[in-house]
């Protein structure tokens, strides 16, 4: 069978120059866009109730959470691999082209393109909900017109500051991110101070149970608490796709490592506090958002307001990142003249290794493309109940594709080393 080794580019051509900045992004920014991209305050407020929810899971939760882990930690390991052999700001796109071939390449692609664009509305519609309910304007959150229209400006604020530069996107994201990690850790302090000092009514001891897998009472329970749970984790692969643009680009894929790492340490410790604060049976009638119900019982009037201010910056921040990856995808793409008619022209393109130069002005004004394409898929997403917007049902399909694909990409790849090892044990 044919080797699936990454092609190396003929002798005598070069590779065509990206026009992407080198350096511009620290290694410190790219676990923070990694992170930020998942949207952990969003994610965490809309999922965990759901969670608890499933039958056999109750407080065995975090033990969920962990198991869901695992799989997202292969995947970025699979990530880091990929990046060592290949630093390609298209990440899925250029991988799985060269690991699994030029047709699956192009799914992978547009799979990326398409899932952006429903995501960044899906996360604008939240920004701008949660927008009007730190000013305390409920009528906006009924409306469909002003979150349409919120929306849609969260979206051009955040292009904007995409289309300005690497630095000033990097720089916000720290700063978001900052935010929303601060306030959901002492969310969990002072929700497990309370606990044991004052013990509120539904409140419940943590147990080391709720961490062990083994405890939950069925395992088709554990199957359906996981496949949401991976979902919380999905988007840290965006801090791999400014690789090119990093002070290492081939040690840039370690943040995704690192940015899963992170996010389990920080929804353990968050979901063990808010169940041991209010007890599974108020999570489970709060699923649409455990933060918002549980901020006033923490925090009490008007610090209850910081965890709202917690949801807002993790889905302005993340749709922020949705588009850096989505803007690199396409520029990728269009050096290796994905964009045709059809796959068919594209293999034929990639059969011949035909590259086009394509440099960062390309990739802004994809960025302002795609961001165009979200405002009408903003004005869809409006339209569907607010439980819906960003749950796995909305994207879960082209959502598992690009990891999957880059994971299978990655094992076919590296797997057929001269000592016979695989991608995730060879070290390094």
Same mark, same amino acid.
């Given at each position: 069978?044919?080797?699936?080794?990454?092609?190396?580019?003929?002798?005598?051509?070069?590779?065509?120059?990206?026009?992407?900045?080198?350096?511009?992004?620290?290694?410190?920014?790219?676990?923070?866009?990694?992170?930020?991209?998942?949207?952990?305050?969003?994610?965490?407020?809309?999922?965990?109730?759901?969670?608890?929810?499933?039958?056999?899971?109750?407080?065995?939760?975090?033990?969920?959470?962990?198991?869901?882990?695992?799989?997202?930690?292969?995947?970025?390991?699979?990530?880091?691999?990929?990046?060592?052999?290949?630093?390609?700001?298209?990440?899925?796109?250029?991988?799985?082209?060269?690991?699994?071939?030029?047709?699956?390449?192009?799914?992978?692609?547009?799979?990326?393109?398409?899932?952006?664009?429903?995501?960044?509305?899906?996360?604008?519609?939240?920004?701008?909900?949660?927008?009007?309910?730190?000013?305390?304007?409920?009528?906006?959150?009924?409306?469909?017109?002003?979150?349409?229209?919120?929306?849609?400006?969260?979206?051009?604020?955040?292009?904007? +500051?995409?289309?300005?530069? *690497?630095?000033? $996107? #990097?720089? &916000? %994201?720290?700063?978001? =991110?900052? !935010?929303?990690?601060?306030? /959901?850790?002492?969310?969990?302090?002072?929700?497990?101070?309370?606990?044991?000092?004052?013990?509120?009514?539904?409140?419940?001891?943590?147990?080391?149970?709720?961490?062990?897998?083994?405890?939950?009472?069925?395992?088709?329970?554990?199957?359906?608490?996981?496949?949401?749970?991976?979902?919380?984790?999905?988007?840290?692969?965006?801090?791999?796709?400014?690789?090119?643009?990093?002070?290492?680009?081939?040690?840039?894929?370690?943040?995704?490592?690192?940015?899963?790492?992170?996010?389990?340490?920080?929804?353990?410790?968050?979901?063990?506090?808010?169940?041991?604060?209010?007890?599974?049976?108020?999570?489970?009638?709060?699923?649409?958002?455990?933060?918002?119900?549980?901020?006033?019982?923490?925090?009490?009037?008007?610090?209850?307001?910081?965890? +709202?201010?917690?949801?807002? *910056?993790?889905? $302005? #921040?993340? &749709? %922020?990142?949705?588009? =850096?990856? !989505?803007?690199?995808?396409? /520029?990728?793409?269009?050096?290796?003249?994905?964009?045709?008619?059809?796959?068919?022209?594209?293999?034929?393109?990639?059969?011949?290794?035909?590259?086009?130069?394509?440099?960062?002005?390309?990739?802004?004004?994809?960025?302002?493309?795609?961001?165009?394409?979200?405002?009408?898929?903003?004005?869809?997403?409006?339209?569907?109940?607010?439980?819906?917007?960003?749950?796995?049902?909305?994207?879960?399909?082209?959502?598992?594709?690009?990891?999957?694909?880059?994971?299978?990409?990655?094992?076919?790849?590296?797997?057929?080393?001269?000592?016979?090892?695989?991608?995730?044990?060879?070290?390094?």
């Amino acid at each position: 069978m044919e080797s699936a080794s990454v092609p190396a580019p003929e002798k005598g051509q070069a590779a065509a120059p990206a026009g992407l900045k080198k350096g511009a992004v620290s290694y410190l920014s790219n676990i923070v866009i990694g992170v930020a991209s998942v949207a952990p305050g969003y994610s965490i407020a809309a999922t965990l109730g759901f969670v608890v929810a499933v039958a056999g899971v109750g407080l065995q939760a975090p033990a969920v959470m962990l198991i869901a882990f695992l799989p997202m930690y292969c995947i970025a390991y699979a990530y880091r691999y990929m990046n060592q052999a290949d630093p390609d700001c298209g990440t899925t796109f250029s991988w799985v082209t060269r690991g699994l071939g030029p047709r699956a390449g192009w799914l992978g692609g547009w799979a990326i393109v398409v899932t952006d664009i429903i995501v960044m509305a899906s996360l604008a519609q939240i920004a701008a909900i949660y927008s009007f309910l730190l000013v305390g304007w409920d009528g906006g959150v009924d409306s469909q017109v002003a979150v349409m229209i919120a929306g849609v400006i969260w979206i051009a604020i955040m292009t904007a +500051i995409c289309y300005i530069g *690497t630095e000033i $996107s #990097a720089t &916000t %994201q720290k700063y978001l =991110l900052t !935010t929303e990690v601060v306030i /959901l850790v002492a969310f969990a302090i002072v929700a497990l101070i309370k606990v044991y000092t004052g013990a509120p009514a539904g409140s419940v001891n943590v147990s080391a149970s709720w961490f062990n897998p083994f405890a939950v009472d069925s395992f088709s329970g554990l199957i359906d608490g996981v496949l949401l749970g991976t979902f919380i984790y999905w988007g840290w692969d965006s801090g791999v796709a400014v690789n090119e643009e990093s002070d290492d680009p081939r040690g840039s894929g370690k943040s995704a490592v690192i940015a899963t790492l992170f996010l389990l340490v920080l929804y353990l410790l968050v979901s063990a506090a808010s169940q041991a604060f209010a007890g599974p049976q108020t999570l489970i009638d709060n699923a649409d958002d455990i933060l918002s119900k549980l901020g006033t019982d923490v925090f009490g009037s008007p610090w209850d307001k910081l965890l +709202i201010i917690t949801v807002l *910056t993790s889905a $302005s #921040a993340s &749709t %922020q990142t949705t588009i =850096l990856p !989505t803007a690199r995808a396409t /520029l990728s793409m269009a050096r290796q003249n994905a964009f045709r008619s059809s796959s068919a022209g594209f293999i034929r393109a990639f059969s011949r290794r035909a590259i086009r130069p394509c440099g960062w002005e390309r990739s802004r004004r994809s960025g302002l493309l795609l961001s165009s394409c979200s405002a009408p898929t903003t004005c869809w997403v409006t339209r569907s109940p607010r439980s819906a917007s960003g749950s796995p049902s909305t994207t879960g399909s082209p959502a598992s594709r690009a990891p999957g694909s880059t994971a299978t990409s990655c094992a076919r790849t590296h797997g057929r080393s001269s000592t016979g090892a695989c991608c995730l044990c060879s070290g390094g």
